[in-house]
Every structure is written in structure tokens, then in C-alpha cells.
């Protein structure tokens, strides 16, 4: 079984920090490997969408209008994902949740999977 358990999230006045972490536990794959691990957010009436990736080699990738503002990091000897997130506004309100591509060995041969947190909220006050 596969687990992403988020923390960090909570409330923030306009302006302020906070930092995302999501623990990946995987206990039923034998051999296995994560790869892309990420964050995605969901604001009240919008669809979800990208925060930012980044790969087990440290390649990152952002949503356009918040890179210099966030920044992901990981910790593979944890399987940790962080998002440091500075300057909040009161936009950034939504569930933020984290994700990792894991790759495992199935009996048709290696196959990779996405896993998902249950999310975090996030909340800005102005």
C-alpha cells in the first residue's frame, strides 16, 4: 500500500509563509523507485492545477505565475516533498495536495504509478 500524508497547511495572513511537507509511505512494493513527485492545488469553484514537480535527479518545474514565490524541494533518504511558499495572497487560498510517480514491478513488468494525498488547506487572510 501506498500513503502521502500532507502537513503544514493552515491559516495565514496576506503576506506571510508557510511550508508543505508530504511523507511517502510504500510497504507492499518489493522493489520500487519514486520518481516525480509534486504539488497541485484546488481553489473553491476552479479545477485543480500544477504547483510544481520535481524529479528524484532535482529537475523542478513551475506553474508560470508562482515561481519566485514557491519553491519545492525533496528529500529522497525520506521520500519527503516540501513547498516553501512565501508572500502568500489571499488567491493562494485552496487544498493543496501532493503527488509522486512510483514505479513498481508488477507481473506484466514495470509500470509506473501516480499516488495521491488527501490535501491539505491552505487559507490566506488579507
Known sequence: QVQLVESGGGLVQAGGSLRLSCAASVRIFSSFSINTMGWYRQ???K????VATVTSG???N???ALKG????????AKNTVYLQMNNLEFD??????CNAAIK????TGPKEYTFWGQ???VTVSS
Not at 92 to 97: E, K, L, Q, R
Open 43 to 45: 481553489a473553491p469553484g
Open 69 to 76: 514565490r514557491f519553491t519545492i524541494s525533496r528529500d529522497n
Open 92 to 97: 493562494d487560498t485552496a487544498v493543496y495536495s
Open 119 to 121: 490535501g491539505t488547506q
Open 47 to 50: 479545477q485543480r492545477e500544477l
Open 104 to 107: 513498481v514491478m508488477v507481473t
Open 62 to 64: 513551475y506553474a508560470e
Open 58 to 60: 532535482g529537475s523542478t
